[in-house]
């Protein structure tokens, strides 16, 4: 039999925090019921050593893939090739799941039909311990089943809809042939846009399940690691301007649901370069430069984020910051 679950634990470099993670599947409730197949994404520390030693104690629960490092999106696509379950998963090697949670999940789904399933998550703070939890919406019945489109444009509901608390069905990715851009970082929105785009019905279950590590300095969502690898997310808004601009499905809802996310993340890009970047000659070249590239890709999405460009652009010479920023948006 197939499992009901798999999990793809794209692992670099993780050895610090690999067996906590492992350890949180480590329960004899789950055999043969999940499929956590532990990437090693061509780790120089002891992440492979760690990971093969689970899958020898827990063969039932346990796959490593060994492949040259290629990045988040590559230990994705290695994860969907070699996925069996009825539905798919993403979770980190440096973050874990509440493992009682876990395993009522896993008889959640086992009986669930919805193309998606999305529970709660918490961020644990890595330095003080503290932790803050992210439950489901209000607007939300929990265990009801929503055609994808009744809720995808409410803004209440999509900031849920997450790598972090999403499990899909895995014949849609397969089927479907989803893949992500390899050797760079934030696919993350990339594989959230691709892959929900392609459900038809999603269900909301009141589970806590991942537990989300922040406040490493090197998580690609730290400010300054956003302006390091600013041609990094350039690579990945460039290709979601070309998805959207391909996508032509007949339903209107999907449509804008996909416009309005992609106007989120070219946002994003023109914090990234007109906010963050303490060097502001730089910043600013980059900005003007995506601009001008996006007029000549799609006018709409051009003309559909002109106005916060410039209010951007406005905070840009008037000295704003990200510290600043933040301040601002506290207010």
Known sequence: MNPILSVVVP??????????????????????????????????DRTQEIAESYAARFPHIFEVVNKENGGHGSAVNAGIRNARGKYFRIIDGDDWVNTENFVTLIDYLESADADIIVDNKREVNMVSGDSVY???PSSVIADKV????????????????????MSIKTSLLKYNAV???????YVDIEFI???TVLAKTIEFCDLEVYQYLVGNVNQSVNYKNYVKRFEHHKKVT?????????FNDSNPVLNQYLFRRV??????????ALIYDDDRKQGLVRAKEFR???KSVNIDLYKATQKRYLLTLMLHYLGVDYEKLNKIMRR
Request: a negative charge; glycine letters at 4%; one cysteine or more.
């Open 11 to 44: 692992s670099y470099n993780v050895e610090q925090y690999l067996n906590k993670a492992l350890d949180s599947y480590s329960d004899v409730r789950l055999n043969d019921r999940v499929q956590i197949i532990v990437v090693n994404d061509g780790s120089v």
């Open 292 to 294: 001008t590239y996006l």
């Open 263 to 272: 106007c989120l993340l070219i946002n994003t890009h023109m914090n990234i």
């Open 193 to 195: 846009l691709k892959s």
């Open 146 to 165: 929503y055609a994808f489109t009744d809720v995808c444009l409410d803004e209440n509901i999509t900031p849920n809809i997450m790598i972090h608390t």
């Open 134 to 136: 992210f439950g489901k």
């Open 179 to 185: 893949t992500l851009l390899e050797g760079i970082f």
């Open 238 to 246: 460039r290709e979601l301007i070309r998805f959207y601009s391909s």
